[in-house]
């Protein structure tokens, strides 16, 4: 298998692929829509603030690619009837899914277990973990209808290296790979692959909330990690199913 982080795709390597990315709005997912769309991918922008999910639209748009979709929805707060209005939009619209990035994420409090707050741990859990579980339930029949389609959840250095003090997120980093490895193996045998990718340090939000005395200038920007997201996504990795991808 190729190298992910070397990888050069070509112009139109996702050429009308269509692509659903959580936590779009920002930091790594939104880099990841923008290249996607620079590839030739047809992307559904998902993400809570909607003023940040136009900006991103804008930029896609502005770059002469295709028309994004908006998609917003609360991850905490969605249900089966939030769910099934996203599929019965991407259904109508577009009738497949070729991609679904499990990008949106929640960091938490860094505490030890004995002292984290329960509600926000919860809070953590539903969004890292039960929301992808039911966005990749529901999109399942749409990614059946695609020819080559791929499934990605992010995972972080918390689970090659467990540590004190991570909380919900360490806990919902481990379910997420769990559940991709599970998934890669019940769907082994469809033309459905399933994948991980570790971003590595990236300079967002996230990392500012989790690392708020580093020096962000260390840091490389989500533009820099975005080719294994499209190695992953793209024809290069058809077959490659059940791997975690290194950013860096
Ligand atoms: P970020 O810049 O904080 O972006 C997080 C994204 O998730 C935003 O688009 C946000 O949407 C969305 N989101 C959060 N809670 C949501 C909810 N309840 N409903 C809907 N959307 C929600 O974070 P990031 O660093 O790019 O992280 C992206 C992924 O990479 C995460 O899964 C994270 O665990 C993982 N990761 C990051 C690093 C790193 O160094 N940055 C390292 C390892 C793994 P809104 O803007 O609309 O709120």
Not at 68 to 81: C, F, H, N, V
């Amino acid at each position: 298998m190729q190298d992910p982080r070397t990888y050069l795709p070509a112009a139109d390597a996702l050429h009308e692929r269509v692509i659903l990315i959580t936590g779009a709005s920002d930091g790594i997912g939104r880099a990841v829509a923008i290249a996607a769309a620079a590839h030739g991918a047809r992307v559904i922008l998902h993400g809570r603030n909607v003023k940040r999910l136009e900006a991103v639209y804008d930029t896609i748009v502005g770059a002469g690619n295709a028309r994004p979709s908006i998609l917003p929805l609360d991850l905490e707060k969605a249900g089966p009837t939030e769910y099934e209005a996203l599929f019965n939009v991407i259904e109508k619209e577009f009738g497949r899914l070729d991609g679904l990035l499990h990008n949106a994420g929640m960091l938490g409090e860094r505490a030890p277990i004995e002292h984290y707050d329960v509600p926000k741990w919860l809070r953590v859990m539903h969004v890292n973990v039960n929301a992808p579980f039911l966005l990749t339930q529901r999109c399942l029949p749409l990614l059946r209808q695609a020819s080559d389609a791929s499934v990605i959840f992010t995972s972080s250095g918390v689970v090659s290296r467990p540590r004190a003090y991570w909380g919900a997120y360490l806990a919902s980093k481990w379910a997420s790979d769990g559940m991709m490895h599970m998934l890669a193996d019940e769907l082994e045998s469809q033309k459905i692959r399933v994948n991980s990718i570790n971003p590595g340090k990236v300079r967002t939000n996230m990392r500012l909330q989790a690392y708020p005395a580093e020096d962000r200038n260390t840091l490389l920007p989500p533009e820099a990690i975005v080719m294994p997201y499209l190695f992953a996504l793209g024809p290069a990795s058809t077959g490659i199913s059940g791997q975690t991808f290194d950013c860096q």
